[in-house]
């Protein structure tokens, strides 16, 4: 636990030194879920901990299995890992010129005065299959002045950024209609 705090940390350190970077450009590790003893003056034959890990684009997932692999080894015997989730790296959609559903995004987004700024979103989403095919994707989200809250116990969207938000996509889903 301790080297994953450390690294979890060192991972926040980076966002905090960097403004460029966003939260897909870190990995993150979040316990989620602590399993253990029965009663409190009766020391558990097992422990178990959850953790949520996001992997970063720029992360290679073998190197990092590996490292938490080298944790558990040095925490000493009795200490095992378990990854019930393992996917391969996927290379993200390019976002230029030649992706002609890039292009119009684009167009709907000048149309609308909308400015974004391109990032990886840290949680895993459904397009790494289509990505992993060979399908361009993306995802555009309208919650603007909105904390980040994905998951959270208290994640909210207000009425008014809920109802631009429809206006949003009824125009970037106009232009995308009308690609070839």
């Not at 976002?95 to 949680?123: G, R």
Request: aromatic share 8%; hydrophobic share 40%.
């Amino acid at each position: 636990m301790g080297k994953l705090t450390e690294f979890r940390n060192s991972q926040l350190k980076l966002l905090e030194d960097n403004q460029n970077l966003s939260t897909g450009d870190v990995t993150s590790m979040n316990v989620t879920i602590l399993n253990g003893g029965v009663l409190h003056n009766v020391v558990p034959a097992v422990m178990e901990c959850t953790v949520d890990c996001r992997i970063a684009i720029n992360t290679n997932p073998v190197e990092l299995e590996n490292m938490i692999r080298t944790w558990c080894k040095d925490a000493g015997e009795g200490v095992e890992v378990f990854f019930p989730v393992q996917e391969k790296a996927v290379k993200p959609t390019e976002l230029n010129s030649s992706n002609k559903y890039w292009k119009s995004m684009e167009s709907a987004l000048d149309a609308m005065k909308v400015q974004v700024k391109p990032t990886i979103f840290y949680a895993i989403t459904d397009s790494r299959f289509l990505r992993s095919l060979g399908i361009p994707c993306f995802g555009i989200s309208p919650l603007e002045k909105t904390p980040v809250l994905l998951h959270d116990h208290n994640e909210y969207v207000s009425v008014e950024t809920y109802l631009k938000g429809i206006e949003f996509y009824k125009t970037i889903i106009n232009n995308l209609a009308d690609l070839d």
